[in-house]
């Protein structure tokens, strides 16, 4: 769907390693794409990526594209955010190495625990899977979902931000031949002067 994909490319253009073309688009799909038959839908899924990288990269957050929970509902119902928030999750798995070794974990799941209490809307969990959302009572999980929703935009380009200050600075280029000077002779072999 659609709104997994917008979640799940936001998390990837949050990766604090640039997640390869190949990668992600083979575990978007499930399947690597064939270049010759599957070109446009491949240019299609790097614009949609470009997209969503330069609203993160220019601070504006993403707005989660969401859909109706109830198909064919009015436009006052409520909305799917677990399936945004899903392929959200589902994008982090993508990094290597992992988010976790890149930053501090325990930091790094307090800013993703809105999207666990989200993804996690109305599935019951196993008591052998424990996890911190369980130490809240039903009222206090209803107001932090609610916050959640309200502020998922924020989280999005919170959790950006955290991870760029983790990402690994480029190394400046040096030359590594003598920068060729005006009338020298040409690189290229012609025996020309350089202009």
Do not use: M
């Not at 436009?75 to 988010?99: K, R, S, V």
Request: net charge negative.
């Amino acid at each position: 769907r659609t709104d997994a994909l917008h979640g799940f490319l936001a998390a990837v253009a949050s990766a604090p390693v640039t997640v390869p073309t190949e990668r992600w688009i083979t575990a978007a799909l499930g399947t690597p794409l064939d270049d010759a038959a599957h070109a446009e839908l491949r240019t299609l899924l790097q614009r949609f990526y470009a997209e969503v990288a330069l609203q993160l990269v220019e601070g504006h957050g993403v707005d989660p594209l969401l859909y109706p929970l109830v198909p064919d509902a009015d436009d006052d119902g409520p909305l799917d955010y677990a399936t945004w928030c899903e392929g959200y999750l589902a994008g982090t798995e993508t990094a290597d190495p992992p988010w976790s070794e890149v930053a501090d974990g325990d930091e790094l799941a307090v800013r993703l625990t809105p999207f666990f209490a989200l993804a996690l809307e109305g599935v019951e969990r196993q008591a052998d899977e424990p996890h911190p959302l369980d130490e809240l009572s039903p009222e206090e999980l209803a107001a932090f979902v609610q916050a959640s929703r309200e502020r998922l935009p924020d989280a999005v380009q919170d959790v950006y931000d955290y991870l760029a200050e983790h990402r690994p600075k480029a190394e400046p280029v040096r030359r590594e031949a003598p920068k060729v000077g005006r009338n020298d002779p040409c690189p290229c072999g012609s025996g020309r002067k350089f202009k």
